[in-house]
């Protein structure tokens, strides 16, 4: 588990110095000093299929006709087998051997903007980690490595790892060759439903779990398809380059998962809510809430509905706003005459949805509780919004007049519990 603490401190000091408290300091064989190394750099690892693709950066709109900005690289996929390596659950870290590890996050961060917090790292200190010593070990032949931090959360299940399946299909692996993929997204039923969808040659499915390490004779290791930072050190610094979506990975989400979308009828306009949120995105919803409603919003739960459902209403949906979340991931799946209105802290860069949106047709626009120049300690921070000037806002993004109006109630089909 992290030490966020430790991990500030790390931060801030020289690599000797680190060092020698790693030595001397933190005892006991319960953590271990290794180098990053780039994946190039492991000369056993054997190439199997790699392809370049075009990445998509698209910068949040924070003002209503605002000019697109859009920024775009080229970066090489690769699959490659890695042998006698080691991973914890959860980790994004890979341990090769000899006191090396690859971790990509850091690759791609070669600004180092941003915290490596990772359930195996308990401090970074720019090209070198201390990392967490397990006591549980399970030995694997063989697997299709799809685990990694954030796996518990829908957008980066979706993004990071669902989307790396898509490397499998330039080449034919052993159909016995299982997916190593993390305990806790398979325990929901969701994004179980998710892997199971890009299954495509129904291989067995091996559960990683967290706080153990496994070591795995010969690890099929895909690098990252979209770049996703993480936790940023300093909030203004953000850029919305530090996200980076290959455009031929959302395609192929979208394709795939568009098949799947249940014949249920849903509202056009519909708030996005969480029946059991915590107070991470804590804000004045009630508030919020009414002004929708009186807009002819119907506040829906999308967490409480199976994927084929989500599927169905982003897809049918015309108008969608609702607090930044994980459930605007399935922006993916709207059509290109919505419009969606993502209610956050502040103007903060991230474009962590701004990208998606834009490649699939979706007007989306960020409407924030502050003024431009506030920059917030964290992303996740409470706020309040003004009901007044939200309105404003409202009856303008959405061009409806109709504020007292409603949608009336709704079939009995479409009704969301």
Do not use: W
């Amino acid at each position: 588990m992290h030490n966020f603490n430790n991990e500030m401190l790390f931060k801030r000091l020289p690599l000797f110095v680190v060092f020698l408290l790693n030595k001397f300091t933190l005892v006991g064989n319960r953590y271990i000093f290794v180098e990053i190394v780039s994946l190039n750099s492991i000369k056993d690892a054997v190439l199997l299929t790699e392809s370049e693709s075009v990445m998509l950066s698209v910068k949040p709109r924070f003002v209503m006709n605002e000019s697109v900005c859009r920024s775009f690289v080229n970066i090489k996929n690769k699959l490659v087998i890695l042998k006698d390596i080691s991973v914890v659950g959860g980790s994004n870290v890979i341990r090769v051997g000899d006191g090396k590890v690859i971790c990509e996050q850091n690759y791609y961060n070669s600004k180092h903007n941003f915290y490596i917090r990772d359930p195996d790292v308990y401090a970074d200190a720019r090209d070198s980690l201390i990392l967490t010593c397990p006591i549980e070990t399970t030995t694997i032949e063989s697997g299709i490595l799809l685990s990694g931090n954030g796996s518990y959360n829908y957008y980066h299940f979706m993004f990071e790892f669902v989307a790396k399946t898509m490397i499998l299909e330039n080449i034919e692996l052993d159909q016995r060759i299982p997916f190593l993929i993390d305990k806790s997204p398979l325990s929901v039923p969701q994004f179980r439903s998710l892997i199971e969808k890009f299954n495509f040659s129904n291989r067995d499915i091996i559960c990683i779990e967290n706080d153990r390490i496994y070591k795995i004779k010969q690890c099929y290791y895909i690098n990252p398809v979209n770049i996703i930072s993480s936790t940023p050190i300093d909030n203004h610094k953000i850029s919305y380059k530090d996200i980076l979506f290959s455009l031929s990975s959302l395609d192929y989400l979208r394709s795939n998962l568009l098949k799947s979308k249940s014949k249920r009828i849903f509202p056009k306009k519909i708030f996005l809510s969480r029946k059991n949120a915590t107070s991470a995105r804590s804000y004045n919803e009630a508030d919020v809430v009414a002004i929708f409603e009186k807009n002819g919003f119907v506040v829906v739960y999308p967490e409480l509905l199976s994927i084929d459902d989500q599927i169905s209403m982003f897809n049918n949906a015309q108008y969608i706003a609702g607090a930044s979340g994980a459930a605007f991931s399935n922006l993916i799946f709207c059509n290109s005459s919505c419009k969606a209105l993502i209610i956050s802290s502040s103007t903060v860069e991230l474009s962590v949805f701004s990208t998606i949106a834009d490649h699939v047709g979706v007007d989306l626009l960020y409407y924030f509780a502050h003024d431009k120049r506030y920059v917030p300690k964290s992303i996740h921070e409470k706020f309040h919004i003004d009901v007044n000037d939200l309105l404003t806002v409202v009856r303008d993004f959405f061009c409806d007049p109709h504020v007292e109006g409603g949608g009336g109630p709704l079939p009995e089909t479409s009704i969301l519990n």
